[in-house]
């Protein structure tokens, strides 16, 4: 960037990492508290958790659980991103903003329908046997 670096208003509000943390609370809360997708996913991910625990998942699965919960957390969350600043800077419909949006909540439904296989991989054989 012709070596200058440019100075965006929260490099001098988050001075500490402290602060950084409280920020990045933040935009989890208001994702919790805003989109009724993201509680969904909460509570299949406490249920898929509770279910892995009682059925007795080994660590490493466990694991691959959690990971899958995360991605799917992080997707809906980046969605949300991508909603909020398209809204931003395109308030009237725009046929690309669409386009950006849909796209944002395909990977949404991408990232879950794994997480469903996922699953399915690893709680099938345990309850059917």
Not at 9 to 36: E, H
Not at 43 to 66: N, W
Not at 74 to 99: R, W
């Amino acid at each position: 960037m012709n070596g200058i670096k440019e100075k965006w208003p929260a490099d001098n509000i988050a001075k500490s990492l402290w602060r950084s943390f409280g920020f990045a609370v933040c935009g989890v809360a208001y994702c919790f508290r805003t989109q009724r997708n993201l509680k969904i996913h909460v509570a299949a991910a406490a249920l898929a958790l509770g279910a892995g625990y009682r059925l007795g998942l080994p660590p490493a699965e466990l694991g691959v659980l959690a990971l899958t919960i995360a991605a799917v957390l992080v997707a809906e969350m980046f969605n949300t991103a991508v909603e909020a600043l398209i809204d931003l800077v395109s308030p009237d419909y725009h046929p690309l903003a669409k386009v950006a949006k849909d796209v944002a909540a395909g990977a949404v439904l991408v990232t879950a329908v794994v997480s469903l296989f996922v699953a399915y991989v690893l709680f099938a054989p345990r309850i059917f046997g």
